[in-house]
């Protein structure tokens, strides 16, 4: 990497899980990372534990669905840390049911902070990008943008951030900036175990039932998806943009 432009990274949904791998992939990397999330509490103490191994990082609170929270959040990442030119929009929640079960409240959140929160942040931080003429952003898909029963929500929301990383990419190319999403398929996180426990299923059981549908015959791992991101957002892969790679063991789409 080099010292011009700044390398700085925002993480969103970086208190657990796939952002907390990323996040802390980024930071071995040499980026100065900010980890975003609405557990302030939770992105502090990673930050400060990728500072305690010799990487800069900031814990940042942020509601990636209230545009005055995001643009505060951005705004304080620019100062303590420098003008951020990567966007990781991993933020996202579940509130799976059935259609004829589905509450508006259910659709809502989940395209609140999927959409949305994607939306917002890329508006506030794509103007760093644009100034230093490069940028990177990813957005956080899934394989359920194919299509999952009982997640009309978040399948719908997947799907939609598939069409906004094609647009940003045409929009934002000729300034340096690409825009890629990566569509993870079965990940061991808090996510999936809460998942299991919906079901009543053991989480080993659930992940050894997963791991026998899919070719490579093992469940993925947070840092399955910070390395794919770690590639995207480096300067080796600037020709790469406007695409969808599905992280998940086999092929998809």
Do not use: C
Request: glycine share 10%.
């Amino acid at each position: 990497m080099t010292d011009s432009p700044s390398r700085v990274a925002i993480v969103t949904g970086a208190g657990r899980g796939i952002g907390s791998a990323i996040a802390t992939r980024l930071a071995s990397d040499g980026f100065a990372v900010a980890l975003a999330d609405l557990d302030e509490t939770a992105v502090k103490t990673a930050a400060e534990a990728i500072t305690a191994d010799g990487g800069r990082a900031l814990g940042v609170g942020v509601d990636v669905g209230d545009s005055d929270s995001v643009d505060a959040a951005v705004a304080t990442v620019a100062e303590e840390l420098g003008a951020p030119t990567v966007l990781v929009n991993n933020a996202g929640i579940t509130r799976d049911n059935l259609l004829f079960k589905m509450t508006d409240s259910d659709w809502d959140s989940v395209m609140n902070v999927h959409l949305r929160g994607s939306f917002l942040m890329s508006r506030a931080a794509q103007k760093h990008m644009t100034q230093q003429n490069w940028g990177r952003i990813v957005n956080l898909s899934s394989t359920s943008a194919l299509g999952n029963r009982g997640q009309a929500n978040y399948a719908t929301a997947k799907a939609g951030l598939q069409g906004f990383t094609k647009t940003l990419a045409i929009e934002l190319g000729k300034f340096g900036v690409t825009v890629n999403a990566i569509a993870p398929g079965f990940i061991e996180t808090d996510m999936t175990a809460a998942t299991a426990e919906r079901l009543g299923v053991p989480f080993e059981k659930f992940k050894e039932a997963a791991a026998a549908e899919i070719p490579v015959r093992r469940v993925g791992k947070p840092s399955d998806i910070a390395n794919v991101v770690s590639f995207l957002v480096s300067d080796e892969a600037s020709f790469v943009s406007g695409q969808v790679i599905y992280v998940a063991g086999g092929p998809k789409a």
